[in-house]
């Protein structure tokens, strides 16, 4: 059985205070744990090392910590992942809950549960912090409707997410037009066919999705 001076842990959040106190209190038990201050540089190191755990905050500058255990799945590294957030971006949040991960925590509560979400996580069993589950209890309903959106958009082919990324930004028909070097019925005839896939009726409507789901669209 693999002890804790075998484990190798890499912890990634742009805050050095953060990265400090998770540090200090994971030393008691773990001897081999490095640092990273954003996404690209973690993943510089995931490519260099074999790590068995990586404790991602979420909101990071580069490349952010969704990305950087997408990358983590996509290129098969055997590596458990603990994200690590506050839930000041809902859409973020809910996106990180639709990844692969092992362990969540918000950072308010970090310090007093990332012992045992370590060897939780370690036992392979999964853990969500206390907070985590009051939060996603309360807002269950906002989680489903992401969830949901998320699965329309991905009927839509890239131009169409190319022009609705357009619409959320304000943009009208022959500004995205002009913008896409398509004529101004191309694109109409591109809106009709995201509102058929979306089951929205109207311009109007369209738009008023589009603002709504911003986040979610520029993510794709």
Do not use: W
């Not at 690590?84 to 918000?106: D, I």
């Amino acid at each position: 059985m693999t002890t804790t001076k075998e484990h190798k842990i890499l912890l990634v959040d742009d805050h050095p205070l953060i990265r400090s106190g998770v540090k200090i209190t994971l030393e008691k038990n773990y001897q081999h744990i490095d640092e990273a201050e954003n996404g690209q540089e973690a993943i510089n190191k995931l490519n260099e090392t074999d790590y068995n755990l990586v404790i991602l905050d979420i909101d990071m500058p580069v490349i952010d910590g969704i990305e950087v255990a997408k990358h983590i799945i996509e290129s098969n590294i055997e590596c458990k992942i603990i994200f690590l957030t506050s839930h000041t971006n809902f859409s973020t949040f809910s996106e990180a809950l639709n990844t692969e991960y092992n362990g969540f925590l918000f950072k308010e509560s970090a310090i007093n549960e990332i012992t045992t979400c370590v060897k939780t996580v370690f036992n392979n069993d999964k853990y969500i912090g206390s907070e985590c589950k009051k939060y996603i209890d309360a807002n269950e309903e906002r989680i489903k409707s992401n969830r949901e959106t998320k699965e329309r958009l991905t009927h839509l082919t890239k131009t169409e997410i190319k022009i609705l990324k357009q619409i959320s930004m304000r943009k009208t028909t022959p500004q995205i037009a002009d913008e896409l070097f398509n004529s101004i019925k191309t694109i109409e005839n591109h809106r009709y066919n995201i509102c058929n896939k979306l089951d929205i009726s109207g311009s109007n409507n369209l738009l008023s999705f589009a603002i709504s789901n911003k986040k979610i669209i520029n993510d794709l």
